[in-house]
């Protein structure tokens, strides 16, 4: 079976690929810049030598001086209370636990309670229009505090800060700075630049070409787990997705680099790493010297200390034997489990989405992992009522789900996004069939869901221990394949692998008892 050549991606050919999709912007374009396109429709233009940051009011902010130098301390984020809510995806988890990073070695403090925090920051999600109106509820929600208090910062930062910037700005003139995806790293620097007064709301949408976030240490929701972005943006243009724009066209991090964040995190407690990137796969394909995702994994795993690695989200076009056979190899670390989204099992749909790949090929990447390691098990991501999808499509869904047995599932009302090429396809599948839809494939994967973990009764689990579960009274972890499993124990196993014989199930976990 041919899963295609393992080597480096033409970026012509993939240039000409892009081109040939109507209305959408070319890379060397994106390499510019982000091309947002409502930006455009605005006016606003970034000056030549300068262009980091501007102001709703077409203000150029230079870059600090003293700041770029490394010269500048931050008095005036010491002893901030700072409240952060990430909307979104592990990236925007990432994002934010960088941020929070840099934040609290400015002496930030945190504050689970909103009310009591004097800067609120909101990490964007644009993906799907729910997630943009969650952000605007809370925004109007916060006119009344800041009329009241006007003292408290609010902070836009991430994808809808990029895609919507300068609407933000004029919208809600009281939020303090609207920071996009590429400028993250700067954002201490920013919030101190309004904290000395620059006019607000400062806008800061990038048009650099990488986000460095040096030796930072993340501050992270969990001591024992990390997020570790190793590619940012994306060169793919499905056709239903805002990501390219967002996020910029697919921007790899050295080995170097990576494996050196990966040091820096095992010597702060972590036992379990996972990579991220849009197409995890093609990391390292913009570097041009033959660096790539199972380099990668090779250069990770020796690191002491380390007990697991996992890697989101793999695209079935680009998805590699050689990174089967890794996987196989290093088989005591990396785990057995891949995301990999169909978003659909119609070619029909595939090709309207521009996927790039068909039902077929979805099928044989599957065959050959499996062929390697019986024991990898997938999650998929799936979009139901896409532009023109009819039942006969839909029904196709239904089978490749079967057909594959997925482990688990995320399935995603088709949402129109502004700029994305399927903005001028027709929105025409009634609402309330995308409920039936969405309704009837989360029920089809949840019996697969819970078949298959009832399989794993009587079975031993390797275990990493999360932490106690939400009721308290157990612990929570996660099995090779990422099932969800509870069992007693104490808590001090935290971040420990232990071995539980799994004696119940239900869709979503396991429950077991520890054994020697
Ligand atoms: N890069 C990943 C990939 O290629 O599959 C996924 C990135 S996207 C942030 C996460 C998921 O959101 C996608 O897999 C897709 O199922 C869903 N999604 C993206 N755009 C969407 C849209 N316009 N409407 C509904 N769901 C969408
Ligand atoms: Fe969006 Fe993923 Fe497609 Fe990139 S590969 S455009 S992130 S769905």
């Known amino acids: 079976m041919e899963l295609g050549a393992g080597g480096v991606l033409c970026s012509s050919m993939l240039e000409d690929a892009l081109n040939k999709i109507e209305g959408v912007p070319s890379l060397a374009q994106l390499a510019q810049g982000i091309v947002a396109p409502s930006e455009h429709d605005r006016g606003i233009e970034a000056p ?9 009011d077409g203000n150029v902010y230079t870059p600090d001086p003293l700041a770029q130098m490394g010269k500048r301390t931050h008095p005036l984020i010491a002893g901030t209370k700072v409240h952060l809510i990430t909307f979104g995806c592990q990236m925007n988890k990432y994002d934010s636990e960088m941020v929070a990073g840099l934040l609290n070695e400015k002496g930030a403090g945190f504050v689970d309670d909103p009310a009591q925090a004097d800067l609120l920051i909101m990490n964007t999600c644009s993906v799907r229009g729910h997630a943009e109106d969650r952000v605007y509820n809370r925004l109007h929600v916060l006119k009344e505090r800041k009329k009241q208090q006007p003292e408290f910062m609010i902070a836009v930062m991430g994808c809808m800060a990029q895609k919507e910037g300068e609407h933000i700005a004029k919208k809600f003139p009281f939020v303090d700075l609207v920071i996009g995806t590429r400028m993250l790293d700067e954002f201490p620097q920013l919030m101190e630049r309004v904290r000395e007064g620059a006019r607000t709301p400062l806008v800061a949408i990038d048009v650099k070409p990488d986000v460095k976030f040096g030796e930072t240490v993340a501050r992270r929701e969990s001591k024992h787990l990390a997020y570790l972005t190793v590619t940012r943006g994306c060169n793919k243009r499905c056709t239903y997705c805002v990501v390219p724009y967002t996020r910029g066209p697919e921007v790899s991090r050295s ?8 040091k820096r995190l095992v010597d702060d407690g972590v036992s379990e790493i996972m990579l991220l990137g849009q197409t995890i796969d093609t990391y390292g394909y913009d570097l041009n010297n033959d660096t790539n995702l199972w380099k990668l994994l090779n250069a990770l795993h020796p690191i002491g200390g380390l007990k697991r690695i996992r890697f989101i989200t793999s695209h079935p076009e680009e998805c590699r034997e050689e990174l089967f056979a890794t996987m ?4 005591d670390k990396v785990m057995p489990f891949i995301h990999m989204p169909p978003q659909s099992g119609s070619d029909r749909m595939l090709r309207r989405m ?16 499996r062929k390697r390691n019986a024991e990898i098990e997938f999650c998929g991501d799936w979009i139901v009522g896409f532009s023109g999808e009819t039942d006969e499509d839909f029904k196709e869904s239904l089978s490749l789900m079967e057909e594959v047995r997925f482990q688990n599932s995320y399935v995603f009302k088709y949402s129109v996004r502004e700029g994305t090429p399927a903005q001028k396809l027709p929105d025409d599948v009634p609402e309330e069939l995308k409920k039936e839809r969405h309704a009837r494939l989360s029920e089809l994967q949840e019996k697969i869901s819970a078949e298959k973990n009832r399989a794993r009764i009587g079975g031993i689990e390797e275990v990493m221990v999360e932490g106690p579960s939400k009721h308290g009274d157990r612990l929570t972890g996660r099995t090779r394949s990422h099932r969800l499993i509870h069992f007693a124990g104490p808590v001090s196993l935290q971040g420990q692998i232990v071995r539980v014989k799994a004696t119940a199930a239900t869709a979503l976990s396991l429950q077991g008892e520890m054994t020697e």
């Open 48 to 56: 030549d030598k300068n262009p980091d940051l501007c102001g709703p």
């Open 354 to 369: 521009k996927r790039g790949y068909k039902r077929a090929r979805y099928l044989e990447v599957v065959e050959a992992a």
């Open 255 to 262: 080995i170097d680099d990576v494996v050196n964040e990966a």
């Open 328 to 331: 196989a190899d290093l088989s």
